[in-house]
C-alpha cells in the first residue's frame, strides 16, 4: 500500500457501514481501502484499459506534467 492513511486509520469498515446505513444510494470510491466495498476505482495516473475490473473507473491524470 502507498504511502498515506488506510483502513484503519479511517475507521473504514464502520465509516462505509455508517455510509450504507444512513446514505445507502452513496456511490463509494476505493479510497477507504477496504475490498469489496467500492461502487467505482478511481486509478490515479493510469487508465485500467484491458485490465478493467467489474466495476465503473474514473482515472485523475495530469494532462500539462505539472
Known amino acids: 500500500m502507498p504511502a498515506g ?3 484503519d486509520d479511517w475507521g473504514s469498515e464502520n465509516l462505509v457501514a455508517m455510509i450504507r446505513d444512513l446514505a ?6 476505493d479510497r477507504l481501502d477496504l475490498p469489496g466495498s467500492a461502487d467505482f476505482i478511481t486509478p490515479e ?3 485500467p484499459g484491458s485490465t ?3 466495476l465503473p ?3 485523475c491524470r495530469t494532462m500539462n506534467g505539472s
Open 57 to 59: 473507473w474514473e482515472t
Open 52 to 54: 478493467t475490473p467489474d
Open 45 to 47: 495516473e493510469y487508465s
Open 5 to 7: 492513511k488506510g483502513r
Open 24 to 29: 445507502p444510494d452513496v456511490l463509494l470510491n
